[in-house]
């Protein structure tokens, strides 16, 4: 089997170029096992009905997770704050998705480039524009106008 692929996982593990599709994919395992919260900072100790020990539990689910998704490109970015799966989260997202005007830039040029092939269907090329405008989306800071 493919180093890039998890058959547990049934996507691709996240490499350099691949972090808006995967981060919906990983979102949605997360989710499926119920643990996303931990890892949007939705339950925390503070969370009513969340004892420590479920916390526990719930945390190295996510990280191990989210570990086992990762190329080991993106490994060492993460590797010292296995135990915290926000944190993780967090910096992975911060490596990939930065808000630069050089990544807007690039965003914007991509979604202008876009051409229909012969062989391709409608729904397929908009779906593509949809990626890229959220790309472009991504690429922006919330305080952009």
């Given at each position: ?112 480039n876009i051409t229909k ?29």
């Amino acid at each position: 089997m493919s180093t890039s692929h998890t058959a547990d996982l049934g996507f691709k593990k996240l490499s350099e170029t691949n972090w808006n599709s995967w981060s919906a994919d990983m979102k949605a395992k997360l989710m499926e096992k119920k643990v996303y919260g931990v890892v949007s900072g939705k339950v925390t100790a503070a969370t009513p009905g969340v004892d420590a020990f479920a916390l526990y539990i719930m945390q190295e689910q996510a990280a191990g997770i989210i570990w086992s998704g990762l190329e080991d490109s993106n490994k060492s970015l993460v590797k010292e704050h296995m135990e915290h799966p926000k944190l993780m989260w967090d910096m992975l997202k911060a490596h990939h998705q930065q808000q630069l005007p050089t990544t807007r830039f690039l965003a914007y040029e991509s979604m202008l480039n876009i051409t229909k092939s012969d062989d391709e269907t409608l729904l397929a090329l908009c779906s593509r524009i949809k990626d890229s405008l959220s790309a472009i989306m991504d690429a922006t800071p919330d305080t952009f106008t």
